[in-house]
């Protein structure tokens, strides 16, 4: 009887230890598919009210401010030197972020600005 009880809690134990685990692996995937990055954070309160949610510079004020495109050739072409640049230093009539954003958020923001000139290539293919 003894050998049985302590079969049974070890099973038990086991099933209980998988079944964390899955839950765990499944509660970290969908937390990861909701988690926006820290660039698109940032993009969302500095750059959506000219460059759009898409990027495409097609609201008000940005098509006011001849706003870029930014699935554009022209911005991602740029290096990501340039790029950091002209979000520190403004250009044309984008105003300089420097001293409104840290030099993190600046790598973050290039990071999600990529992710347009990714985007529009998968909608070509």
Not at 59 to 85: I, R, W
């Amino acid at each position: 009887m003894n050998f049985r009880r302590v079969f049974s809690c070890r099973t038990i134990a086991r099933r209980t230890a998988i079944l964390a685990l899955v839950v765990c692996g499944w509660l970290t995937l969908l937390s990861a598919e909701t988690k926006t990055s820290a660039g698109e954070d940032i993009y969302k309160s500095h750059c959506v009210v000219c460059h759009g949610a898409d990027g495409t510079g097609k609201t008000t004020l940005g098509q006011q401010l001849k706003a870029s495109d930014l699935h554009g050739k022209e911005v991602q072409s740029l290096t990501d030197a340039q790029l950091k640049q002209v979000i520190s230093e403004g250009k044309n009539n984008m105003p300089a972020f420097r001293g409104q954003v840290t030099e993190a958020e600046i790598d973050d923001l290039v990071k999600y600005i990529r992710t347009f000139g990714t985007a529009k290539n998968k909608t070509k293919k």
